[in-house]
């Protein structure tokens, strides 16, 4: 009796004990928790309505003690990308890498830099200093400060630096919060093609700048010649920031965007190139014939929107255009107001000129230093846009034309006037900004249009 029923219990024995044996495993928390590696579907995947599992009793056993007794698993932790750093990218190299740029060489002296491994690779005649500028490739296996004091030693008369890089000055476009967006309104300039005051004359204007789309609508009917003197392998730049300055100054007076001397003439030099990552930038190399150019053309100012670093040659040749009386105005930079002061703002012959927003206040981009003279709209101001039609654009780039055009009209009434008498003059009716009398900030202050050529301020 006792065989016969131990006989009739051990199948139920068995049964149990292979219950609490996965129960305990369940209890563990191994992977043997999960349902599928035991051949066991989870419940809510079961569609087929089959009772296979609950035959004997362990499913519905199995899933009890799953219930009261297996632990519950922690959810997987979500775990949050991790962000790369962010690596700031590298600032823009201030020069070529393996150039130099001279002039005043004797061709016994170029002889013997090409024998020790210099290469010219460009040159051109500068006629206001009867001579040549030439750029030359440094031998290889040395460095650029090594070759400048090779070439030093050997043309010590020559005027010797790197080929420095000039960009332009333009900061992040910003919307015109305001009905009219003509931004001379702000220094008192007339509309149309009435002149400030009584300025009479014919007007000549150069610009040193990138390329310029010579076939917009603002330029129609405007006289405006466009010479490029990069070396035509070479991408050409944008032509955002040219057409834009361009239209500033000589806009037609119909057009959406009229200019503040519509009826000049304007020379306009594209020196400019696109490098990678368009990085649009010209040489020391251009702007030094460049400006060669303009002075045989005779224009009586130049514009120039750009800044880089202190160079001798630009240097000399900001010199030789300043003997000749041409007003030169440039942009005192976008660098930041504690950078140092950019070039050829800084140069004491050349008009430096920051901006200022439509409540006056100092353009936050704006570089600051004793050298800047003057103050004008550079934030949102209205001007042509590279293929048609108009936008806002900012940036001491656009500040620049306004005293470019007063400088001009005021130059044209008065030919023999020279440099320090027109920012004489511009000083006596401007508004004071700012600490009382000149500041690093605005300069003498904001250019008033209202008392150019003997208008009443």
Same mark, same amino acid.
């Given at each position: ?46 569609? *087929? ?5 609950? *035959? *004997? ?24 990308? %991790? ?28 002889? #013997? ?19 040549? !500028? ?24 020559? !005027?010797? *630096?790197?080929?420095?890089?000039? +960009? ?7 919307? =015109? ?7 001379? !309104? ?12 009584? =300025? ?12 310029? $789309? ?25 032509? %955002? ?19 503040? @001397? ?23 190399? $251009?702007?030094? +014939? ?20 202190? $160079?001798?040659?630009?240097? #000399?040749?900001?010199?030789? @255009? ?6 030169? @105005? ?20 050349? !008009? ?95 250019? $008033?249009? +209202? ?7």
């Amino acid at each position: 009796m006792r065989n016969s029923l131990a006989a009739i219990r051990t199948p139920a024995l068995l049964r149990l004990l292979f219950v609490f044996v996965l129960s305990g495993s369940m209890l563990i928390g191994g992977d043997w928790t999960t349902p599928e590696l035991m051949g066991v579907q989870p419940a809510l995947a079961d569609d *087929d309505d089959d009772d296979d599992d609950d *035959d *004997d009793g362990v499913g519905n056993v199995i899933r009890m003690f799953r219930g009261q007794f297996a632990p519950r698993l922690p959810r997987p932790q979500r775990r949050s990308p %991790q962000r790369r750093a962010q690596v700031p990218a590298p600032p823009p190299p201030t020069r070529a890498p393996d150039e130099i740029v001279g002039l005043g060489f004797t061709a016994a002296q170029l002889d #013997q830099m090409t024998a020790s491994g210099f290469e010219v690779l460009e040159r051109s005649p500068i006629a206001s200093a009867d001579t040549e !500028v030439i750029k030359l490739r440094i031998p290889s296996g040395i460095t650029l400060e090594a070759a400048r004091e090779q070439a030093v030693a050997t043309a010590p008369q020559a !005027v010797l *630096d790197f080929n420095h890089y000039y +960009r332009p000055e333009q900061g992040a476009e910003q919307p =015109c919060l305001t009905d009219d967006c003509l931004a001379r !309104v702000l220094v008192g300039w007339p509309a149309g093609q009435e002149a400030p005051g009584a =300025c009479t004359g014919t007007v000549h204007v150069g610009l040193v700048d990138t390329a310029i $789309n010579a076939e917009h609508s603002a330029f129609e009917g405007a006289e405006v010649e466009v010479i490029r003197l990069v070396d035509e392998k070479l991408p050409e730049s944008g032509k %955002q920031h040219g057409t834009a300055v361009a239209a500033l100054l000589v806009g037609a007076p119909e057009s959406r965007t009229p200019g503040l @001397v519509p009826g000049a003439r304007l020379i306009a030099l594209d020196t400019f190139h696109k490098a990678r990552r368009n990085d649009e930038r010209a040489e020391a190399y $251009n702007l030094v +014939r460049a400006l060669d150019l303009l002075v045989e053309r005779q224009v009586h100012v130049i514009n120039m929107s750009l800044s880089g670093p202190d $160079n001798e040659l630009l240097e #000399q040749a900001v010199g030789r @255009v300043a003997e000749r009386g041409i007003i030169m @105005v440039a942009a005192a930079g976008n660098e930041g107001p504690r950078s140092e002061p950019v070039y050829p703002a800084a140069y004491e012959e050349v !008009v430096a000129v920051t901006a200022i927003d439509r409540r006056k206040r100092p353009y936050r981009r704006a570089g600051r230093g004793e050298h800047i003279d003057f103050a004008a709209p550079g934030v949102a101001v209205w001007t042509a846009a590279s293929i048609s039609g108009k936008r806002t654009k900012t940036g001491t780039s656009f500040a620049a034309p306004f005293v470019t055009a007063a400088a001009a009209l005021m130059k044209t009434a008065n030919p023999d006037l020279t440099t320090e008498q027109i920012r004489e003059r511009l000083t006596r009716s401007v508004e004071d900004l700012g600490d009382p009398g000149k500041d690093p900030v605005f300069g003498w202050g904001l250019l $008033n249009a +209202r008392a150019i050529c003997g208008a009443t301020p």
